[in-house]
Nanobody
Framework: QVQVVESGGGLVQPGGSLRLSCALSGSIIRINTMYWYRQAPGKERELVAFITSSGSTNYVDSVKGRFTVSKDNTKNAVYLQMNSLKPEDTAIYYC?????????WGQGTQVTVSS
């Protein structure tokens, strides 16, 4: 069974930084495309960024230049470095994997940007 577990959320002031982690078990990062989504209160879940099995990345316009997605194949983990955080980045952040054996979601981690 493939499991996806996020960590690293918390409370941060506007302009601050956080690094989210997503650990994968039961599959290996390098054969999956890994996605970061977020869902703010009262809003639909939106795709934030993804990194393919080959390492290509893509971002939603609202986070370009501020967020960076990366992965460590040796640790079987993917990361979302979030800089210059804004109150509108407040949301539950979810990690998702899609690979040869199917798709899985994590349980999410809360990010709150507030002074």
């Amino acid at each position: 069974q493939v499991q996806v577990v996020e960590s690293g959320g918390g409370l941060v002031q506007p302009g601050g930084s956080l690094r989210l982690s997503c650990a994968l078990s039961g599959s290996i990062i390098r054969i999956n495309t890994m996605y970061w989504y977020r869902q703010a209160p009262g809003k639909e879940r939106e795709l934030v960024a993804f990194i393919t099995s080959s390492g290509s990345t893509n971002y939603v316009d609202s986070v370009k230049g501020r967020f960076t997605v990366s992965k460590d194949n040796t640790k079987n983990a993917v990361y979302l470095q979030m800089n210059s955080l804004k109150p509108e980045d407040t949301a539950i952040y979810y990690c998702r994997r899609i690979g040869p054996s199917g798709a899985s979601w994590g349980q999410g981690t809360q990010v709150t940007v507030s002074s």
